[in-house]
């Protein structure tokens, strides 16, 4: 069994920067990719930032400059660290992990950019 933890969440005023951290533990063997995505209200599941086997690194355009993704020496844990936030990057984000057996989740951390 797979869990995934997060934490780091939070309200922040615009401008404003927040860490979030997600990790790892249990059974996980050949990581395949591991990182962030997030939903809005009304809006679809979109990736933010994200580490893969290639081994690459892929971030979404609306992120990029703002947001750094990094990861431990052991690659189970993995941060996010979110810098000039926007209005718009309020959203819940959600741990993924995904290995040679399926696609794992966490249970999601709020993230709410306000004034």
């Known amino acids: 069994q797979v869990q995934l933890v997060e934490s780091g969440g939070g309200l922040v005023q615009p401008g404003g920067s927040l860490r979030l951290s997600c990790a790892a533990s249990?059974?996980?063997?050949?990581?395949?990719?591991m990182g962030w995505y997030r939903q809005a209200p009304g809006k679809q599941r979109e990736l933010v930032a994200v580490?893969?086997?290639?081994?690459?690194?892929n971030y979404d355009d609306s992120v990029k400059g703002r947001f750094t993704i990094s990861r431990d020496n052991a690659k189970t844990t993995v941060y996010l660290q979110m810098n000039s936030l926007k209005p718009e990057d309020t959203a819940v984000y959600y741990c993924?992990?995904?290995?040679?057996?399926?696609?794992?989740w966490g249970q999601g951390t709020q993230v709410t950019v306000s004034s």
């Open positions: 580490f893969t086997s290639a081994p690459n690194t």
């Open positions: 249990g059974s996980i063997f050949s990581i395949y990719a």
């Open positions: 993924y992990l995904r290995t040679f057996k399926g696609v794992y």
